[in-house]
Structure formats: C-alpha cells, structure tokens
C-alpha cells in the first residue's frame, strides 16, 4: 500500500555507499538518527534531503521509509512528477482530486520524492502548499528529496518552504557538491 516499487523496496542503510565525501556521510548520519529518534515526543518529524542529483536523496529517503515500515510505520510514496500531473489532469473531477489529496494529506508518514521537479506553475505550488499546509497545521511529517535548495523553496513559496523548514529544522540535509553524482562519478 505504500506505492514504494519492489526496486526501491531495496534501497536501506546497509546498501548506501557514504564514502562519497563528508557531505553524504552527514547526510547517512542525519537519516539513521531521524529513524531512531522517530518515536520519541518530537514536534519536527520531518526530514528534506535538498541538492545535488545523484548524491543517494532518494536512496536515503527510501532508506528511512523502508526503516519506518519496518516498525509497522505506514508510509506512502509519493513521486511528485507523477502525482502534480495526474492531480492537475484531473482537477476539475472533484470526487477524485479529493480522494487523492486526502490519502496524501492524512498518510502517517508521506515521503516526497523530487518535490518540485521540471518546470514549476502556479497550480503546481498551490497543491502542495494545500498539502504541505494540512500536515503541517497537523504535525504529520514528510520525508522530502528535491534539487532545489532551501532558499530555492523559500523563493518558490515563502509559506510552503517556511513550513518545511519549521517541520524539519532538526532534519535539513544538504549536499551540494558537484562532483557528487554517484551515477557519473561513482
């Protein structure tokens, strides 16, 4: 049910290469302890892995999901490319825009992979700020992987990045060396 591919379903701690450099090792140390540190009274639940492509966002984020299920955490996979475009495919049918939305708003742990891919439009920012406004207001975290940088979210949306930002000021990982796509350089 969590819509996390049997390919991804790999994807954990064990198998991520961290010896990168000290940017990627950071970021595996951030991701292990957001999972253990889930369960405690914590307000910011959330974690966003923000930069470089090929630097393991994904793998990592993956790696948390797969950690959480785990433990009976029920966790939805949301690829954003996907799911902003079927959404604005389908905005004027009510009935299913809803349905949609809702299962992303009230998931237990919503993963955002690649949040704000390609080219961005007004819809594009108004569904996620309506979604990332709901699990705010009711403090149900998100794991985010996107390019953008923290200032990028904040210029795109004030509001929206703001809150990402407050959800997970415990959790922001960043990797933003360039040499670090492991697809090309590993």
């Known amino acids: 049910n969590s819509g996390i591919s049997e390919e991804f379903r790999k994807k954990n701690f064990d198998n991520f290469n961290y010896a990168y450099n000290m940017e990627v090792c950071e ?3 951030k991701a292990k302890e957001y999972v ?4 405690k009274s914590c307000k910011n639940k959330s974690i966003i892995f ?3 492509v090929g630097s393991g966002k994904t ?7 797969n950690s959480l299920m785990e ?26 825009y809803r349905k949609v939305m809702n299962k992303f708003k009230r998931a237990k742990v919503l993963l955002i992979d690649d949040l704000f891919k390609g080219n961005i439009t007004l819809s594009d920012i108004n569904i996620m700020f309506e979604l990332i406004n709901y699990r705010y207001f009711n403090k149900l975290p998100v794991i985010v992987s996107t390019e ?17 930002i407050e959800m997970s000021k415990d959790f922001l990982v960043g990797i933003r060396n360039k040499k670090l796509n492991y697809r090309i350089y590993g």
């Open 50 to 52: 923000v930069g470089q």
């Open 71 to 96: 433990k009976g955490v029920g966790v939805l996979y949301m690829p954003y490319r996907d799911n902003i475009i079927s959404l604005k495919q389908n905005m004027m049918d009510e009935e299913y």
């Open 148 to 164: 953008l940088s923290i200032e990028n979210l904040v210029n795109i949306d004030e509001a929206l990045g703001s809150r990402l």
């Open 59 to 65: 793998h990592l984020s993956m790696a948390i999901a």
């Open 36 to 39: 253990k540190n889930f369960d």
């Open 27 to 29: 970021a595996f140390s």
